[in-house]
């Protein structure tokens, strides 16, 4: 069995002291202590790792006030803190081994939108899409782009000073402040408008804090005016934190604040509330999308190309282009981004227009591509072809292709993973093309891999070279090219951060703004921040303190991760991979990923939590002498199991309060409803559901289980007794005691009746209940092409039996042949809760029984998609070569390429709208594509609705402790888009949708397959 695992690091005893006051002051928030809590704060996309002493999670403004004052106390002089909003750093800006202040939980409205005056008011943990869908319906959007729009909040790119895609029109984020509320460390409240010299003046005449900051700022803005023209680079990736070129306006002598704080990476105060102005959203927009023979030719074009009055111009290097070329992605634009024959297409540039005026759209685009004519027939600048494409929807594919092919570079098979060090730089774009060559030949020449693509309009890079950060060597290889790197972006004149801040590379500040400017930024810092207690370290410090800059060379994730074994590491890729890039806390409602994140909002609940958890739990069992490997090995072979009173005791001395850090780790991983989004939407595929179940296999070695994991578990086994006197059972369920009962003695609520009538009573007499082995063989290969056999799942045939008999009776309808195959366990619930011994053996016997039957040639399908799905994910993982050949299909994977051959059907008027299955999804793109077109050539017409998890998940809604988040998950997306069709209409492929929707709705939805069975 494992042991015990009570280590963690002990949080500091006046921060502990100071927190255990925080909550008798009346901070309405959360404060989270556990370790576990802490471990999901220490990391973000960076190679960087520290462990927090605690997170807090403010309300509102005042517990940040509440917060601050006191702290200002002598006895808490020593507690620090650091601000936090969606943690996306690549840089490690976020991170602190103080404490984390999180405003991305609860500070996240939007306050306020005046589309007249074209501005809007919002608390800063609000996400950025957040905000944008806040804005639409008036016309509007905030324009400074990222890349993690569906996950990083205002609060962080005002702090990194954010822009993306667009930024030669639409600017970084500080051109789009308005205002600013701070709360200083001193629990001062900095309003900060732009204010003229004299207002300027006069605040800087007060006393206190206030006063001292326009003091320092104003004395440095005047004094050093010739060094920040000089030092400054003029770049539209201008040099932020702190801003000193535009808080002042040299011909006025207005100041305006704000400027100071964007870009500050938290390290001047928290800020709550931005008043920030907003754009109208283009009428017409317009890629078009030219082809070059080399990366360097895409390169060297670009000035070309943004002369050409685009809105943004981006690139994408060959490795890129053929990740994306190799990825299923590529089916979705492969029609807009065609080859050109006999050419070989190496480099890409993306040039959007964007236009209120059609005409003036339309001028822009034309003029373009005559120029891009005249050079392909005069065969210059190896542009060897384009194309256009003006409606949204081919617009927005063509970009997601970009962003998944970029996460694609992420998930580099091997041990060197790309990793975020000199990620974001800037040069002139004059220089770019020169700049990247000599790049590349610095990366080739210590032989690492990287793809390249970036903002060439901007002349910003962005190129993750490949590093494995467990091996100390590459550690120092990864500071040797960041120094070159460094002197490479001076010699040409640009700057090493060009997009992401500076989070641990500060240590470069001095080297970027001299001497002189890099001692009043400390200045500045001092005035804000006298004794550097806000994300100390970052950026600068405060002048006079003796405090040291953050370094490149601070404690990484690869330090704890190289304490794993690499055969462990290996093993467990699934939880190790994990970059934190933080796409699963996906914000969108309608995305799949994350459920558990969030409707819990909290970051040990998302696939990021739980690798983190994961990797740290095994790090560990190793330095408890674990072979973990090893004893997996021996329990799967029923060996080194303890005996039963021994559990019992372990999980009693749990119960009393002995630590134990697994339990921490189970918390987490009892979150998760299994849904497997995670594994395919995660760019790097981890994939919790298989880390789970065998984190709760070795868990289970030490305590007992409880007994709704056995019901749940072994439901396969007792579902078809119970259906043998289905009456019985449901009378008995039926009963509002037995329910209570059953919640109480089990922990399982709204337990499901039985089917009636059965599926056997249902098809009573029908030649599909005849399975016969024999029989089948004899078939010729006509009658073989035109039977299908059906095999059963233990929800769907026990549960829901009509959608089987309506399937055997649509089949049939379309002239085949269905047999139903005997019901044999498929083991998924055995999985889910991480029996895996038993996993492997009903895996094994269902996959022996199936491949025999594959030997019949005649096609097999189920119709439950996670239970299908788990024939090729889960079982190929556990059986290996041992899983054969066997292949189950969804039904629309099977009558899809059969359509041809159907007879043509009568149209029908009818719509139905489709509540997709989030495993079928997610694991199989075409499906949805699929379901249309079989709608199609049933004269109907099939609209998906974009939907997240209904929030059942197997057998997830029915734990009585994960009943309101279940509730709550199925109220994000479901309940929503469920109110506005007629239920008659909508159709749900999952069992686990169609019973939650009964649940809540009290009505039950189709199945495709009666839909279809309807219009025949
Ligand atoms: C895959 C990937 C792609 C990216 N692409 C882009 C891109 O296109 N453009 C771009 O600009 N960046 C990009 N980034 C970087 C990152 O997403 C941005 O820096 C983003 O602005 C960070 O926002 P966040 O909410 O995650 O902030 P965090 O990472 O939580 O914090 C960032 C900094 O802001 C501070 N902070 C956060 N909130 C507050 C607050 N309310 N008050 C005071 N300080 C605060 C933190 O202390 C920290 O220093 C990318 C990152 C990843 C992982
Ligand atoms: S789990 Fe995947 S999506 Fe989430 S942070 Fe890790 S790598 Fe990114
Ligand atoms: S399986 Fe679903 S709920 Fe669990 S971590 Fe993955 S996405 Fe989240």
């Known amino acids: 069995m494992i042991p015990i695992l009570s280590h963690q690091e002990n949080i500091d005893s006046t921060a502990l002291s100071f927190l255990d006051a925080l909550a008798q002051a009346g901070f309405a928030g959360d404060i989270e202590k556990s370790y576990a809590s802490r471990l999901a704060v220490a990391t973000d996309n960076s190679v960087y790792q520290s462990l927090p002493q605690a997170v807090v999670l403010p309300k509102h403004q005042q517990d940040i006030v509440i917060m601050t004052q006191l702290a200002s106390q002598p006895a808490y002089a020593q507690v620090r803190f650091s601000p936090r909003g969606g943690g996306t750093g690549t840089n490690g800006q976020s991170l602190t081994q103080d404490i984390v202040v999180d405003l991305s939980r609860y500070m996240n409205q939007v306050l306020e939108v005046n589309a007249e005056e074209g501005w809007v008011r919002v608390q800063t943990g609000v996400i950025k899409d957040q905000l944008n869908d806040a804005l639409r319906p008036h016309g509007f959007f905030f324009s400074p782009d990222l ?66 900051i326009y003091r320092q700022v104003l004395e440095t803005c005047e004094n050093m005016q010739q060094e920040i023209e000089q030092r400054f680079p003029k770049l539209n990736r201008f040099l932020t934190g702190y801003d000193l070129k535009h808080v002042y306006d040299v011909e006025s002598g207005a100041v305006d604040l704000s400027r100071i704080l964007c870009g500050s990476e938290g390290s001047l105060g928290f800020i709550t509330e931005a008043k920030l102005n907003i754009t109208p959203i283009p009428k017409y927009r317009a890629l078009i999308n030219v082809k070059y023979d080399s990366f360097e030719s895409a390169l060297r074009n670009a000035p070309f190309l943004v002369k050409a009055n685009a809105l943004s111009v981006e690139t994408v290097d060959s490795k890129v282009l053929n990740l994306a070329k190799q990825d299923i992605v590529w089916h979705s634009v492969s029609d807009l981004i065609q080859d050109v024959p006999n050419k070989e297409m190496d480099g890409l540039n993306m040039v959007e227009y964007a236009e209120q005026d059609e005409a003036k759209q339309q001028q822009k685009i034309a003029s373009l591509c005559q ?89 910003v890079l962005h190129v993750r070279p490949a590093l494995d950060m467990c091996d100390p060597l590459q550690e120092t290889l990864m500071r040797e090219v960041s120094d070159k790197v460094v002197a490479l972006t001076a010699k040409y004149k640009g700057l090493m951060w060009g997009e992401h801040g500076k989070g641990f590379r500060s240590e470069y500040g001095p080297e970027f703004f001299g001497e002189t400017l890099f001692n009043e930024l400390r200045k500045i810092k001092a005035a804000f921040d006298p004794y550097n207690r806000v994300n100390p370290g970052k950026i600068c410090t405060p002048f006079a303190s003796t405090d040291q800059l953050v370094s490149v060379d601070a404690v990484k994730r690869g330090f704890y991760d190289r304490q794993i074994p690499v055969q462990v590491r290996d093993s467990f890729t699934e939880a190790l ?76 001395s749990k119960k009393r309060g002995q630590y134990d850090f697994s339990a921490e780790v189970m918390e987490a991983m009892e979150g998760c409803l299994a849904c497997k989004a995670c594994s395919s939407q995660c760019p790097i595929k981890v994939d919790v559901p298989t880390f789970r179940s065998r984190f709760m296999f070795l868990y289970y070695s030490r305590y007992q289980r409880s007994i709704k994991d056995y019901l749940v578990g072994y439901s396969e086994a007792y579902t078809p007794l119970m259906a043998k006197a289905p009456g019985l059972f449901n009378v008995f369920l039926k009963q509002n005691w037995v329910q209570k009962l059953a919640t109480k003695a089990t922990g399982m609520v709204d337990i499901p009746v039985l089917s009636q009538p059965t599926l056997a009573r249902s098809l009573a007499g029908h030649s599909a209940l005849n399975f016969d082995l024999d029989a089948l063989n004899e078939m010729s290969a006509e009658q073989r092409s035109k039977t299908v056999l059906i095999v059963q799942d233990p929800f769907t045939s026990y549960y829901d039996a009509d959608v089987v008999r309506d399937l055997v009776l649509l089949a049939e309808k379309l002239g085949f042949n269905p047999v139903i195959l005997p019901f044999k366990p498929n083991g998924k619930p055995q999985h889910i809760k991480g029996f895996l011994q038993d996993f492997a053996k009903t895996a094994k016997n269902a996959a022996d029984f199936l491949n ?165």
């Open 852 to 1016: 025999q039957i594959a030997q019949l040639n005649i096609p097999m399908i189920g119709t439950d998609p996670a239970l299908v799905l788990c024939y090729r994910d889960e079982y190929n993982k556990a059986l290996g070569d041992d899983r054969g050949q066997f292949k189950v299909e969804l039904f629309q994977e099977w009558l899809t390429p059969r359509l041809a051959e159907l007879e043509p059907f009568a149209a029908s008027n009818m719509t139905f709208y489709l509540f997709g299955h989030c495993t079928e999804k997610t694991n199989l793109p075409n499906s949805t594509a699929d379901w249309q077109q079989i709608f199609t050539a049933f004269g109907a017409q099939l609209k998906p609705v974009s939907v997240g998890c209904c929030g059942m998940a197997g057998t997830y809604g029915h734990d009585a402790k994960q009943y309101e988040n279940s509730k709550g998950i199925y109220s994000l997306s479901w309940q929503q888009e469920l109110a506005k069709h007629d239920m008659a209409q909508c159709l749900a492929t999952g069992y686990s949708c169609r019973s939650q929707v009964k649940r809540f709705e009290g009505e039950k939805l189709k199945h495709p397959v009666q839909a279809l069975l309807s219009l025949l």
């Open 371 to 459: 120029l891009l004519d005249d050079k392909i027939a005069k065969g210059e600048d190896g542009i060897i072809g384009y194309q256009v494409c003006d409606d949204l929807a081919g617009l927005n594919r063509i970009y997601a292709m970009r962003k998944k092919a970029v996460g694609l570079l992420g998930a580099a098979k091997g041990r060197a993973k790309p990793v975020a060090f000199a990620e974001d730089t800037c040069v002139p774009p004059e220089n770019l093309a020169d700049f990247i060559m000599e790049f590349r030949a610095l990366l080739d020449s210590k032989g690492l891999n990287y793809g390249m693509f970036g903002h060439v309009d901007a002349g």
């Open 577 to 652: 991979d994990c970059n934190g890039n933080g796409l699963c806390f996906n914000y969108d409602a309608s995305s799949p990923m994350c459920p558990s994140s969030k409707i819990t909002q909290d970051r040990r609940h998302s696939p990021k939590g739980r690798a983190g958890l994961m990797r740290e739990w095994l790090r560990q069992l190793v330095n408890n002498n674990v072979d973990i490997i090893q004893l997996e090995k021996e329990l799967l072979a029923g060996k080194n199991d303890v005996s039963l009173v021994k559990r019992f005791a372990n999980s009693w």
């Open 147 to 212: 890349s993690t729009s569906n996950r990083a909040t205002v609060g962080g790119m005002i702090n990194t000073d954010a822009s993306g895609q667009g930024s030669l029109k639409y600017g970084k984020t500080s051109d789009h402040v308005l205002e600013l509320t701070t709360v200083l460390v001193d629990g001062t409240v900095l309003e900060s408008t732009p204010q003229s010299n004299q207002a300027a003046k006069q605040l800087a005449e007060q006393s206190g804090t206030i006063g001292n």
